[in-house]
């Protein structure tokens, strides 16, 4: 069973709580309730990320969801230039924790980069079913 969603999303800051509309839809319909809440944060910070230091004026994000029997992995590519960076910040730091946050608590983290632009993922262990 191999399962795949996306959509595309505008540079707007309304998009970022519609991104994570999108992964709670997805989630649900997949049955995979355990996973909404930490997906919904990251989300949050990748899409607030591509809308920062992403996604050029006039141009959109994706987010895509897949799925199999042992993954979920969440992705989300722009077609900006800027290259995500893992940063330490400071304890008294207001940004730079997002990245930090996902590569720590996901499964597994990349950044994969294309000709135009590149897309930060996140993968995730699908709950056992009990």
Same mark, same amino acid.
């Given at each position: 069973?191999?399962?795949?969603?996306?959509?595309?999303?505008?540079r707007r800051h309304t998009s970022v709580g519609a991104s994570r509309k999108f992964v709670t839809g997805v989630?649900?319909?997949w049955e995979l309730h355990p996973l909404?809440?930490?997906i919904k944060l990251y989300v949050s910070e990748l899409a607030t990320?591509?809308?920062?230091h &992403?996604?050029?004026p006039g141009r959109e994000f994706c987010v895509v969801l897949?799925?199999?029997e042992e993954l979920v992995r969440l992705e989300v590519r722009d077609s900006g230039s800027g290259l995500p960076t893992v940063r330490h910040p400071d304890h008294d730091a207001c940004?730079?924790?997002g990245l930090h946050l996902v590569s720590e608590l996901a499964d597994d983290f990349g950044?994969?980069?294309?000709?135009? &632009?590149k897309t930060v993922w996140l993968a995730f262990k699908r709950p056992v079913a009990p």
């Open positions: 069973m191999s399962l795949s969603q996306q959509r595309r999303f505008p989630l649900t319909e909404i809440e930490d990320n591509a809308l920062l &992403g996604v050029p897949h799925g199999d940004s730079g924790r950044v994969d980069h294309h000709v135009v &632009g």
